[in-house]
């Protein structure tokens, strides 16, 4: 038995720049870091909870999912960048069209 297709996530989030996606210590080269993806919808429930201070049910309903997924992607989005900070890891932010 197959998981359920993922549901189209709305993410308005203005970081898609080319050469924004890896934030990483200085003076360590990129190639000798160990690299933590970041989804770009995890980046986007943070954005909304935690930046715009939007409660989990407002940002689930501007992202078309539920409040628990909001929730999930705002703790797996927070445990990735605390543990890319705290160990000195390279965060990938996943910027690929997500269908």
Request: aromatic residues 0%.
């Amino acid at each position: 038995m197959s998981p359920r297709p993922k549901k189209k996530r709305n993410c308005n989030c203005p970081h898609r720049l080319p050469g924004s996606t890896i934030l990483k210590p200085a003076g360590i080269p990129t190639k000798d870091l160990k690299k933590i993806v970041l989804e770009l919808d995890e980046l986007e429930a943070m954005r909304l909870c935690d930046g715009e201070g939007l409660s989990q049910e407002a940002a689930g309903s501007l992202m078309s999912v539920s409040r628990g997924t909001v929730q999930r992607l705002v703790t797996s989005g927070r445990k990735k960048t605390v543990d890319a900070i705290v160990n000195c890891h390279a965060l990938v932010i996943n910027i690929e069209d997500q269908d």
